[in-house]
């Protein structure tokens, strides 16, 4: 069965600490890894994208790894700001799929403490 | 550039009433279309997605219908609502196969 899963699914740390969450997929074939930041009523917003081929990719604060090997993903925080409260999502393309048909994690919701 | 567009932003109806949710997209042509809901401290679930005028894939059965009249409009739509249909409604296109790009969103209180 195709899944992602989260972990934790939520986190509470204080402002200029790091922080990292990690995503688990099972989805075979895979194509590519996105994070997405959700900030609270919102929709979500494209932080990294990576291919299976890609291990590192960075935005801003935002480092993303993959290890298509063990299927694991992690998103890495730095330096985090209160503006960084918010759910965060692992969201899996199966590579079969030609609609562009997601599969997505539950989120991990991050709230940043002054 | 492109936009999209969801009305309206929140919107509260009684239990056997209909509902109808708009999203529009801007600066593309021939998207693919898709509904999602996302319950309270749930993850995202796929209702519909569309890849024309006309078409549409339902992923789940369920007490909701989608309607693509136009290139770039797509419709969610309901007879008579549940309470379990409660929860935020995002559209999201894309061109290019796994992009993904979502609307703002619209929160639905069925009471």
């Known amino acids: 069965k195709n899944q992602v899963e989260q972990s934790p699914q939520s986190l509470i740390i204080l402002e200029g600490k790091n922080c990292t969450l990690q995503?688990?997929?099972?989805?075979?074939?895979?194509?590519?890894l996105r994070w997405y930041k959700q900030d609270t009523g919102r929709g979500p917003v494209s932080l990294t994208i990576m291919t299976f081929s890609e291990n590192t990719k960075s935005n801003g604060r935002y480092t993303a790894t993959l290890d298509a090997d063990t299927k694991q993903s992690s998103l890495h925080i730095t330096a985090s700001q209160l503006s960084d409260s918010a759910s965060y999502i692992c969201v899996v393309s199966h590579g079969s799929s030609n609609t562009g048909k997601l599969i997505f994690g539950q989120g991990t919701t991050l709230q940043v403490k002054p | 550039s492109q936009t999209i567009h969801q009305w309206p932003a929140t919107l509260v109806q009684p239990v056997g009433s209909p509902l109808s949710l708009e999203c529009t997209v801007e600066g593309t042509s021939n998207p693919n279309l898709y509904w999602y809901r996302q319950a309270a401290g749930r993850g995202l679930q796929l209702l519909f997605y569309s890849v024309g005028i006309g078409q549409i894939s339902s992923e789940v059965p369920q007490n909701l219908s989608a309607s693509r009249p136009q290139d770039r409009q797509f419709i969610l739509s309901s007879k008579k609502l549940l309470l379990s249909d409660s929860g935020f409604y995002l559209c999201?296109?894309?061109?290019?196969?796994?992009?993904?790009?979502f609307g703002p969103g619209t929160r639905l209180t069925v009471t």
């Open positions: 999201a296109w894309n061109r290019v196969i796994y992009e993904q790009y």
């Open positions: 995503c688990n997929y099972t989805v075979s074939p895979f194509s590519n």
